[in-house]
């Protein structure tokens, strides 16, 4: 039976800083699974642009060797902000053909206990013996579809992420529900591919990024006030953004405070650049949908306001729920062993779950770190962590 020492399930922004991370360790083998930036390229629309700023996009690398600097200048390529999602998907793509070049493309099936901490069985039937699994599996698996929306087949409805390309829609009527940066975005990129398309959110109102009001008091702050007041992770509103910077502080204050603080910096809002590309788009706030079945070959939808609409296809820009019982790769014997709240898992300082050598990073991780972990930015803190726990155990070991 093959040994290694560290088994990375991931090969999108934390798996890969992860392994660029610990691979600076002498002599340690680390394996590291997965198809590289594949949520990026498979997830997310083409002709999306990434809502975070360009320090907040870099995917951190021990020395800082591979930012998106270093890409361009490689790659001769010429971009800026708001960076292109095609763009990040090739940066992700060189960071790991850099730090990664071994990158095993195959899927983890099995992940469970075993004789040399655990057994590992990839999705060929190979198994082995890792001392220690990192998961940085993403939130592919945690899509919310609300039950209203159960009688309809998947034809008539889909969730944001099942989509790579919305110009399959062209000429239908396309429902989107949801009135945050995936749901308006989506309706952005299909009504610009030629589809009918109309929102319903149930918040009452849109907030935009970078509204007037935060971008005349940016311009009017200077650089040294704005230095104060952000983070360059560039998550959450002036001043909680740099206390939000700091997950190992977030991770001590009382839980309630740490549940408003997540719900402030991660509530819906939409990105100034979609304003005029949704002007000729319907968009309908403070309104739920009440049902949605199927009829003849489209979907009828009643909606809170008395509206009763019939579309071709419904968009659901629900976002997300963290379960990681829904990792279908934790066998249920270890799913049992970790100490969750509400799907999150509890973490330690060194993001390790109540199973010793379980180590768990990126969003599952916002209950204990706060919403940092859910973002590119994040990457920083959970390889550093990462990378100064396993330095410590060999040391100690
Ligand atoms: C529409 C949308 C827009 C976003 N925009 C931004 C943005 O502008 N800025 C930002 O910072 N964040 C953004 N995010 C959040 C973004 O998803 C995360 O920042 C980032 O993807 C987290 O990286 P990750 O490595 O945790 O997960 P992912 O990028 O999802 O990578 C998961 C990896 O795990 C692999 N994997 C999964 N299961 C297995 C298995 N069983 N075996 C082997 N490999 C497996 C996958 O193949 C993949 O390589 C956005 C999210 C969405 C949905």
């Known amino acids: 039976m093959i040994k290694c020492d560290s088994t990375i399930i991931g090969a999108g922004p934390y798996g890969l800083s992860a392994a660029a991370h610990l691979r600076t360790i002498k002599g340690l083998e680390v394996r590291v699974f997965g198809e590289p930036m594949s949520f990026w390229s498979g997830n997310m629309p083409a002709g999306m642009f990434l809502r975070s700023n360009w320090t907040a996009t870099q995917i951190a690398s021990p020395n800082d060797e591979l930012t998106l600097e270093a890409f361009q200048a490689e790659r001769k390529k010429s971009f800026g902000i708001p960076v292109p999602i ?154 909680i953004s740099q206390l939000l910077a700091r997950p190992h502080l977030v991770k001590r204050l009382p839980r309630g405070l740490q549940d408003k603080l997540r719900k402030r910096a991660t509530r819906p809002a939409g990105a100034r650049w979609l304003v005029d590309r949704l002007r000729n788009v319907p968009i309908t706030l403070g309104c739920t949908v009440l049902s949605a079945v199927p009829d003849g070959d489209r979907a009828r939808v009643s909606l809170s306001d008395g509206r009763e609409i019939t579309v071709d296809h419904v968009l659901l820009g629900t976002g997300f729920q963290i379960d990681i019982s829904k990792y279908d790769f934790l066998s249920a014997e270890l799913i049992q ?61």
């Open 86 to 239: 095609e763009q990040f998907i090739q940066y992700g793509l060189w960071f790991q053909s850099r730090a990664v070049p071994d990158l095993d493309h195959r899927r983890i099936c099995r992940v469970e206990s075993g004789p040399n901490g655990f057994r590992v069985t990839v999705e060929d039937g190979e198994v082995f013996d890792s001392r220690r699994v990192v998961v940085a599996a993403g939130i592919g698996q945690f899509a919310r579809r609300p039950a209203e929306f159960q009688s309809l087949p998947p034809a008539l409805v889909t969730h944001t992420s099942e989509h790579s390309d919305l110009a399959s829609f062209r000429g239908k009527e396309v429902l989107v529900v949801g009135s945050g940066q995936s749901s308006l975005e989506s309706a952005a990129l299909l009504h610009e591919a030629g589809a009918k398309v109309q929102v319903v959110g149930r918040s009452r109102q849109i907030h935009w990024l970078q509204g007037w009001a935060s971008t005349t008091l940016h311009h009017r702050m200077g650089m040294t006030v704005r230095k104060l007041l952000y983070a360059p992770t560039d998550v959450g509103p002036a001043g």
């Open 337 to 397: 062993q970790i100490s969750r709240v509400n799907g999150f898992p509890k973490l330690n300082r060194d993001l390790e779950t109540s199973v010793p050598g379980l180590h768990i990073l990126g969003a599952p991780g916002v209950y204990c770190f706060g919403p940092l972990l859910q973002f590119v930015s994040g990457t920083r803190f959970a390889s550093g962590s990462l990378l100064k726990a396993l330095m410590n155990t060999r040391a100690s070991g």
